[in-house]
């Protein structure tokens, strides 16, 4: 069975960072591209940032281009999301997935909540 764990939420004031995790199981994790997603309230769920399976390409979207690194470690089939410069915008649930189509079924997510 496939699964993904996301962990590393929390509360954090503009400014701040968080380090966000995801732990896969069931799968060859080298195989696959993955990603990061979220999930604003009242809004689609959006690509954040992709990295390739070996992790030599990453890709970001425009609005957290330059404060957001992702990166994975094959050996602990993990996949982390280091956010720094946080904005309130940021806020959402934070989702790890295969990329560039999701096809592992989505874990419980992680809240990131950016509040002074």
């Known amino acids: 069975q496939v699964q993904l764990v996301e962990s590393g939420g929390g509360l954090v004031q503009p400014g701040g960072s968080l380090r966000l995790s995801c732990a896969a199981s069931g799968l060859f994790f080298n195989s696959y591209s993955m990603a990061w997603y979220r999930q604003a309230p009242g809004k689609e769920r959006e690509l954040v940032a992709t990295?390739?399976?070996?992790?030599?390409?990453?890709n970001y979207a425009d609005s957290v281009k330059g404060r957001f690194t992702i990166s994975r470690d094959n050996a602990k089939n993990t996949v982390y999301l280091q956010m720094n410069s946080l904005k309130p915008e940021d806020t959402a649930v934070y989702y790890c997935?295969?990329?560039?189509?999701?096809?592992?079924?989505w874990g419980q997510g992680t809240q990131v909540t950016v509040s002074s």
């Open positions: 990295v390739s399976s070996g992790a030599t390409v990453t």
């Open positions: 997935n295969a990329a560039p189509l999701p096809w592992i079924g």
